[in-house]
């Protein structure tokens, strides 16, 4: 009978397989995951990277869209509080300009109407998180401030017409910010800071002016400008809360699919495990009786 000289070898070769098979299924089970390196499975590794870099893009842009949102919030609510501030001084010079109040009435409108300006200044300065947030690109120092010198008064913006933007992932564009002299100086009757002064002016000497009634006029303009400026901001505020949410979203099913493709089968590994077990047990229990004799009298017996 005619005996393989390689028989020996062979098995000791498909004993330390086993082995590697055992060492591998072990590690498997002990850490969940079915593919530890590039040359257990290629695609699948290459396609958890692929995963693993949307899943990143997705957690940069959550993490940007929850900062600005709040910075979109802040800017709201300003808004809101100018809308307010405004609604108050159309009602005050809508009563300078009734005819039936004396000087001092007047008088006391025209000082009124410097505190709401100046409360208006204040929201105009608002800031979040140590940034102006209606300063357009120039965000470190506050872009309005008046000056008294002039009858009336005169408000001027240090901000520039900068407007920056959010990229979602799949490429969208949403406006994060309003510069603050398209808000509140803009050209006109919807200059907020100009009509202001002008009504304080209007009234500050005890008797209205001939411009009164014009400038009353062009605050409701004003209010109605602010109004629509707010509306971008809302509508920035839709559009990010949306796309926050579709990216979470879509994080999710992203690393249900990279649990799919990595997360190891654990009663499959464990039954192939217990399989591998015994094919080694086997091996060693030829081997060692390969050892007790010779080759030949193993394969006569």
Known sequence: MRVNPYYVNNLVSSLDQTQLTQEQLTNELSGGVRVTSLSQDPLAAGQNVLLLNQIQQDDTFTQSASLVQGQLQV??????????????????????NNGTLNSDNLKSISTELAGIRDEVLSLANTSYQGQYIFGGGQTSAPPFSTSSSTTPATTTYAGDSDVNYLQTPNGQQIQLNVPGDQIFTDSGANSVFSVLNNLIADFATGTASSASATDAANLTTALNYVSQQRVSVDNSITRLTSASSAVTNEQLQLTAAQNTLMQADIPQIATQLSLTTTQQTALESVISQLGQGSLFDKLQG
């Open 75 to 96: 800017a709201d609510s300003a808004l809101g509080g100018v809308v307010t501030q405004l609604t108050q001084a159309i009602s005050l010079a809508t009563s300078g």
